[in-house]
């Protein structure tokens, strides 16, 4: 289990150092902690990972896992790499199918929050997704119905930080974890608001 969050230090993330974010695409990377906390539940808890549109969460997990993790994304620079799936969400009807129930853990950030884009890509999670599968979605919290018809998914306690994101997204999953019940020392805590 990894350590709290509030004992972390700051680590430098390579893939931050080395890949810049593309306003074309709507990339806008997780900070080194939020992808720390994301890459920690794909390791605790997948044997098989897809990361959907979360580069950031598949080249920082450790290179023994992601021998055992697929990128399905829109940004071709990674078209070399065998774990690379081109996916775009405007084509569900492309999605491989010998993919199909194949992923023990989902990982997700669309690169836009409508409904729209939001039931495209749910088409695909609960096709990829096995049976008890879990599964993890990032977006504003004004979602939390809709991606709950969806695919399930509940929001948690920690929210992750987008540092060039203008809005706060918060974390939906539909399982329990201790890192996603903690608060995200990075954005301020607002569960007492809410009591």
């Not at 990128?71 to 009807?93: A, C, G, N, S």
């Not at 019940?181 to 007492?192: A, F, G, H, I």
Request: aromatic share 12%; proline share 9%; with cysteine.
């Amino acid at each position: 289990m990894p350590p709290p969050l509030a004992s972390r230090k700051k680590k430098k993330n390579r893939f931050l150092r080395k890949t810049p974010e593309n306003g074309d695409f709507n990339q806008y990377w997780y900070s080194a902690l939020t992808i720390e906390t994301l890459v920690g539940e794909a390791v605790a808890h997948g044997t098989r990972i897809a990361c959907l549109s979360t580069p950031s969460v598949f080249f920082s997990l450790p290179k023994e896992v992601q021998a055992r993790a697929t990128l399905f994304d829109y940004d071709r620079q990674w078209d070399e790499l065998d774990q690379f799936v081109f996916y775009d969400y405007r084509e569900p009807d492309d999605f491989p199918a010998k993919l199909t129930n194949t992923y023990d853990f989902v990982v997700v950030d669309p690169p836009f929050i409508t409904a729209e884009v939001w039931e495209l890509y749910a088409d695909v999670i609960n096709r990829m997704v096995v049976e008890g599968g879990k599964i993890i979605c990032t977006t504003v919290s004004e979602n939390a119905d809709l991606l709950d018809g969806l695919v399930g998914v509940k929001p948690v306690r920690f929210k992750p930080l987008i540092p060039q994101l203008v809005y706060q997204y918060s974390i939906f999953a539909n399982y329990t974890s201790p890192a996603l019940d903690s608060p995200n020392p990075e954005v301020p805590d607002d569960s007492d608001d809410d009591a």
